[in-house]
């Protein structure tokens, strides 16, 4: 079942607008653009959602199996500098699709 750009990108915002709880696998792990290692239970207990609008570019998905699909894209907010992400999506029958791990790599100012 390999989901869509669409799907992914759809479930990307949820996760900006807060919905940790239902789209973060047990074991999800972040590298975030700080540098820092976050864990699920750190991201639920200290990230707040999201704020100001998330511009997207260069957005690719690739299925790697049939319940693994790789989301990369290059992604900027107002006053921050851009960063390329990637995320690893896992599949399963009870819970649809999950965050599984997340990267922010910083892009180096011009």
């Known amino acids: 079942m390999s989901p869509t750009l669409d799907t992914l990108l759809a479930l990307e915002d949820r996760l900006?607008?807060?919905?940790?709880?239902?789209?973060?696998?047990?074991?999800?792990?972040e590298f975030g653009q700080s540098g820092r290692r976050w864990t699920r239970a750190e991201v639920m207990a200290e990230l707040p959602p999201a704020t100001g609008p998330l511009t997207r570019t260069e957005c690719q998905v690739h299925a790697l199996s049939s319940s693994?699909?790789?989301?990369?894209?290059?992604?900027?907010?107002?006053?921050?500098?851009?960063?390329?992400?990637?995320?690893?999506?896992?599949?399963?029958?009870?819970?649809?699709?999950?965050?599984?791990?997340?990267?922010?790599?910083?892009?180096?100012?011009?």
């Open 16 to 29: 900006a607008a807060g919905e940790y709880a239902a789209l973060l696998h047990p074991e999800f792990l």
């Open 68 to 110: 693994l699909a790789l989301l990369t894209w290059r992604g900027q907010r107002p006053g921050r500098p851009a960063a390329w992400r990637s995320s690893l999506w896992a599949h399963d029958a009870q819970h649809g699709w999950r965050l599984r791990f997340h990267q922010a790599t910083p892009v180096p100012a011009p």
